[in-house]
């Protein structure tokens, strides 16, 4: 994974600035955890656990990291149970909060098309 991190930040259009930005996120934060691997050993769930375990905004301890070391959740509604599975009920990406959203939106469609039936 390393030399393909290395070949891809050789690759990218970027300003000097922004590429000096990447190197330096590659060197702190990919590689120390997935540059040792091959690229057939990454899973989605060791993606999930690698982007729950990226620092925090305000340093806090990530929810998804404590429920993953067996502190008990569970779903705040049975509509997210779908959607946030994976990553044991707190949304990590972009994907989930639009399934999130999605799963709502049906289900308040649903509700209104029984109400005016």
């Not at 590689?31 to 656990?49: F, K, S, W």
């Not at 301890?61 to 946030?84: C, D």
């Not at 990590?92 to 799963?103: A, G, T």
Request: glycine share 6%.
């Amino acid at each position: 994974m390393a030399e393909l991190l290395d070949r891809h930040l050789t690759l990218v259009h970027a300003s000097g600035t922004t590429r000096r930005s990447y190197r330096w996120t590659v060197s702190k934060h990919i590689q120390p955890l997935l540059g040792h691997l091959r690229l057939a050993a990454i899973t989605p769930e060791l993606l999930d656990h690698f982007y729950a375990e990226l620092p925090i905004q305000g340093g806090s301890v990530h929810p998804y990291l404590r429920r993953r070391n067996g502190q008990p959740w569970q779903h705040e509604h049975p509509l997210l149970a779908g959607a946030l599975d994976r990553t044991l009920g707190v949304p990590l990406f972009q994907k989930q909060v639009m399934q999130m959203f999605s799963r709502f939106r049906m289900s308040h469609e649903t509700f209104d098309a029984r109400q005016h039936a």
